[in-house]
């Protein structure tokens, strides 16, 4: 294992220091998997970036660095800035393809994956090496799918290889811990073997070019739950909302058929960007039985209106002439203008109106909250169960808040027609 260390990193001309020990243990680690970290300044990024150089010199290698924003990539000291100061003026750098380009040897690209969708925008790329830096801000589908660009380099012994660095906290909390088995209090003297993984504690104390004294003054102006995460690599202790808690939504494998439907829209028309973290277009179906209510189906985007709308109309298509839509119409007349052109156009023929909002996010979300304490609403099994449960329970100190919204919207007209039918019924 020496002998790997030196001739991949000790010796290689493109990582400009020695790893600390903990640093050298993730290096080295040879299995498929691993993650690096739990708590703050152990050199988590620069971990990451030695790890993505570290065949660099072999002709046809491929690495990918990711974080969740480009915003991300280009802070001060994050993963561009640091591989700039490593690499400048030894590798040819392509700003088109955010790629790093060792003549005759391998090449090193940064990439960010803000939206579920942007990871297709890798599925004709092959890579040896995939890093993603702060893991919890990433989706568990986002991370499962990126293991289907990992692919053998012909003629070459480089392995095949998942890196990971991460805090606790985040909207992918529960399933990073999950996946890689951490306890709610990390043993930092240990390493951590799960299924064929491995998770390797480091803390500030584990990185010796770092300023102790100045970063705890740091930690200690935070927020007492962000402090506990950063500072000891707490998993037990989270943000969460005061509204909503995770276990009051069972997960079903199905739903009554005959039950009364809405597809509630909370509308955004921003396209997403590089930089920006617009709010999206979130569309919620739900029915109702017997005072059951069941979320079916999530789908939201951020894109601009026409593809908003091509969205809308091909949801209602695929949902149904019995599922009636309801979307929330903006103050003005912009908003009643908005309403209209569904209600002529690629709405015309469905159960369709505007519902004017009333009263703050959290009142609005309030009934919702009830019934899902008493353990009356249900998801049905979807990729989208883990974007849901993550949003709203952190709600209303999360940075979204568009499915909570559109969930709201189609309870409160469930219920309005449940309690229709009921007094119908009494007047009978």
């Not at 640093?23 to 040879?30: E, I, K, R, T």
């Not at 990451?48 to 480009?70: F, K, N, W």
């Not at 998942?162 to 529960?174: E, L």
């Not at 007492?224 to 909503?244: C, K, S």
Request: glycine share 8%; proline share 5%.
């Amino acid at each position: 294992m020496k002998a790997v260390l030196a001739a991949t990193v000790l010796e290689n001309p493109y990582i400009p220091h020695d790893p600390t020990p903990k640093q050298a243990a993730f290096l080295l680690y040879d299995g498929i998997e691993a993650l690096y970290g739990g708590a703050a300044g152990p050199g988590k990024s620069e971990a990451l970036l030695m790890a993505a150089l570290q065949y660099i010199e072999v002709p046809g290698y491929s690495a990918l660095l990711l974080r969740r924003t480009y915003t991300d990539l280009v802070l001060p000291d994050a993963l561009m800035d640091r591989a700039e100061r490593w690499l400048r003026g030894r590798l040819e750098w392509d700003d088109r393809a955010k790629t790093w380009r060792l003549s005759g040897g391998g090449s090193l690209t940064f990439g960010y994956l803000e939206n579920e969708k942007d990871k297709y925008r890798y599925q004709s790329s092959a890579f040896q090496f995939i890093g993603f830096d702060e893991l919890t801000q990433f989706s568990l589908t986002q991370y499962l799918y990126l293991f289907s660009r990992l692919r053998r380099l012909k003629g070459a012994n480089v392995p095949l290889r998942m890196r990971a660095a991460t805090n606790p906290g985040g909207i992918g909390h529960d399933w990073v811990k999950s996946r890689f088995n951490i306890p709610d209090v990390i043993d930092f003297n240990r390493i951590y073997e799960h299924e064929g993984r491995v998770f390797i504690p480091a803390s500030l104390e584990d990185n010796p070019h770092l300023d102790v004294e100045a970063y705890l003054d740091s930690l200690n102006r935070l927020d007492p739950v962000t402090r506990e995460q950063l500072r000891f690599g707490r998993w037990d202790v989270r943000e969460e909302g005061a509204i909503f808690r995770r276990e009051w939504f069972e997960i079903v494998e199905d739903f009554p058929h005959d039950a009364r439907c809405v597809r509630f829209w909370d509308l955004a028309a921003t396209e997403a960007k590089a930089g920006r973290d617009p709010d999206f277009t979130a569309g919620v179906k739900m029915c109702e039985k017997d005072g059951v209510f069941y979320v079916i189906d999530v789908v939201r985007t951020r894109a601009t209106p026409g593809a908003v709308e091509a969205l809308i109309t091909q949801t209602a298509a695929l949902d149904g002439r019995d599922c009636a839509i309801r979307m929330e119409q903006e103050p003005g007349s912009s908003g009643v203008a908005l309403i209209d052109h569904y209600a002529r156009g690629p709405l015309l023929g469905f159960d369709f109106k505007g519902v004017k909002s009333t009263g703050s996010k959290v009142m609005r979300a309030a009934p919702l909250a009830s019934a899902a304490e008493a353990g009356n609403v249900k998801l049905v099994r979807g990729p989208w169960n883990a974007e849901f449960l993550d949003e709203i329970t952190v709600f209303p100190q999360g940075p979204h808040d568009d499915i909570v919204d559109a969930t709201a919207g189609a309870f409160d007209e469930l219920s309005a027609q449940a309690r229709g039918i009921f007094a119908w019924y009494s007047d009978t």
